[in-house]
């Protein structure tokens, strides 16, 4: 196993893609924390890792709290060692046209996707780079590549994401960090459950996999760029979305 | 125990892999010691665990030779 004894913190980690990519990290080895964003949701996420054998436990942890953020990385440090494995999943949709969207929505967006992107990942750097290894991965989107009417918020912040990802990955490459998005396309999860029929049924008709994307499928791309294999990896953003978007 | 001057410059050695008998007291970070921007970040780190204190980024922006650092250190220890 790639990943034996590794702290692995994944965001958002209660359902869907976030759920399968701490189920993953965990069937490597790593020592799991996932977050979510209620009590409930952190012991659901404790469960499922006991009940699959997996180390590691849930965490309530809102992503948006600055010294929430700070005391859950220092609860994590003492409890099992320094975070190896960021795992950016957390976030929301708040889909509106832009004639209609509210600040409130814009910044709803914003502060969940992006914001605590930055947050995290400055939080985890000092122990990767005393550690010289590290991995942060960010669960981007196809539609930060390709756009998407309704969703100028949250592609905004996928695309944020990304260039972050760039970024980040020139100024700590030197210390063996590697920084990268997988960015999932049409994948069966709830946020994708809550869209209209026809929409979907276009959705569908532009992928040439002609199928949605399973969660498991996301968690296999991350759980690549988050093993040894993926060490010459960085900065880029790996599309896993059944050829909806070509780059 | 050692005083803060060597103390200092042990660290800067282990953390910019020079040799501390290269290290001066006006040794430049950057330009006397071959440092890079995240050299600087990583060397303020190791002083505030060495040290046991926090740096904040502002005053760590000002430390950039030897002598910086023994003086904050100096003007900041047991506070």
């Known amino acids: ?247 | 125990m050692e005083n803060i001057e060597q103390r200092v410059k042990k660290i800067v050695a282990e953390q910019l892999g020079v040799n501390e008998a290269d290290i001066k007291i006006d040794s430049s970070f950057v330009e006397d010691l071959g440092a890079d921007s995240l050299d600087t970040v990583e060397l303020v780190m190791a002083l505030e665990e060495e040290f046991e204190c926090e740096i904040p980024d502002e005053e760590a922006e000002k430390i950039t030779n030897v002598q910086q650092a023994v003086d904050y250190v100096k003007a900041h220890l047991g506070k």
Request: hydrophobic letters at 45%; glycine letters at 10%; charged letters at 20%.
């Open chain 1, 1 to 247: 196993m790639s990943l034996q004894g590794k702290v692995a913190l994944v965001t958002g980690a209660s359902r869907g893609i976030g759920r399968a990519i701490a189920e993953s990290l965990g069937r490597e080895g790593a020592i799991v924390i996932g977050t979510a964003t209620s009590d409930s949701g952190a012991a659901a996420i404790a469960g499922y890792l006991q009940e699959a054998g997996l180390q590691g436990t849930g965490l309530a942890l809102d992503v948006n709290d600055a010294a929430a953020v700070d005391a859950a990385l220092d609860q994590i440090e003492k409890a099992h060692g320094p975070v190896a494995v960021l795992v950016n999943n957390a976030g929301i949709t708040r889909d509106q046209l832009l004639m209609r969207m509210k600040e409130d929505d814009w910044d709803a967006v914003m502060d969940t996707n992006l914001r605590s992107v930055y947050r995290l990942s400055k939080a985890v750097l000092r122990g990767m780079m005393k550690a010289r290894w590290g991995r942060i991965i960010s669960i981007a989107s196809v539609v930060g590549a390709s756009g998407s009417a309704g969703q100028t918020n949250y592609a905004a912040a996928k695309a944020g994401m990304m260039g972050f990802t760039k970024s980040l990955a020139r100024e700590v490459g030197s210390r063996n960090i590697t920084v990268n998005c997988v960015a999932p396309g049409f994948i069966d999860t709830d946020m994708t459950a809550v869209l209209a029929e026809d929409y979907k049924q276009k959705l569908l008709a532009q992928i040439p996999l002609e199928r949605l994307g399973r969660p498991e499928e996301i968690a296999d791309a991350v759980t690549f760029l988050a093993s040894d294999k993926a060490a010459y990896v960085t900065g880029n953003t790996l599309h896993v979305n059944g050829g909806m978007f070509m780059n």
